[in-house]
């Protein structure tokens, strides 16, 4: 089935540094969106990108879509505390046994120190 | 997100007995979703359903039964709870498509003892 991997699983900065997590499939994908859960929270829909090489921002945060539409990216640059949370990527299988349903990554947990 | 709310938000119970988490939307939202939250592993899904009466397995449905008889209500039932099944249980809901962005409700964190 279709597997969507997320690196890296932790990551720790000092406030005002960037971060990024990626995302890889082992499938072309149909779309792509990001989550983020704050702790002790659910996780809430950020953005989703469709078109190869798609990239779009909201305010400090950068999502790319690779060419062939099986990795993306989230940038975030400047971190501030409010930052802090798990960030998720998800997607949707262009075809095959898992085509409609978002499959979720791993998650990577960004810890920022003030 | 008001729109979907979970009951309990916490509960811990025993290992054989049978367990109910309930999930309900306001947003008369078609497709309704199930996930298991652990660490290490993201979410992965349970169940859904794209419309009333019809439901899907999704990635690790074994120990697990969905209804949805009405379209605001998608309650998932652990008919003899086992302590793998020890996890935080998200219910999410998606307008257009399986495939389209959901929200999520706030989690019942289950503990089998």
């Known amino acids: 089935g279709q597997q969507v991997m997320q690196i890296p699983q932790y990551q720790h900065v000092q406030e005002g540094e960037d971060f990024t997590t990626y995302c890889n499939s082992s499938t072309t994908l149909s779309n792509i969106q990001w989550y983020k859960q704050r702790p002790g929270g659910h996780p809430v829909f950020l953005i989703q990108?469709?078109?190869?090489?798609e990239v779009k921002k909201q305010k400090r945060l950068t999502f790319q879509f690779g060419e062939a539409k099986k990795n993306s990216s989230l940038h975030i640059t400047a971190t501030q505390t409010t930052d802090v949370g798990t960030y998720f990527c998800?997607?949707?299988?262009?075809?095959?046994?898992?085509?409609?349903?978002?499959?979720f990554g791993q998650g990577t947990i960004l810890t920022v120190h003030p | 997100d008001a729109g979907i709310t979970q009951s309990p938000r916490y509960k811990i119970t025993e290992t054989g007995r049978q367990v109910t988490l309930m999930c309900h939307q306001t947003?008369?939202?078609?497709?309704m979703f199930w996930y298991r939250q652990d660490l290490g592993h993201g979410l992965r899904l349970i169940y859904y359903s794209a419309a009333a009466d019809i439901t899907d397995k999704g990635e690790v449905p074994d120990g697990y039964v969905v209804s949805r008889s009405k379209t605001e209500n998608f309650p998932l039932t652990l008919e003899s709870a086992t302590r793998s099944q020890t996890s935080v249980y998200f219910c999410?809901?998606?307008?257009?498509?399986?495939?389209?962005?959901?929200?999520f409700g706030d989690g019942t964190r289950l503990s089998i003892l």
């Open positions: 990108l469709v078109k190869s090489g």
């Open positions: 947003w008369s939202h078609s497709y």
């Open positions: 998800a997607g949707s299988n262009a075809g095959g046994t898992s085509y409609g349903k978002l499959t």
């Open positions: 999410a809901s998606s307008e257009l498509d399986s495939d389209q962005p959901q929200h």
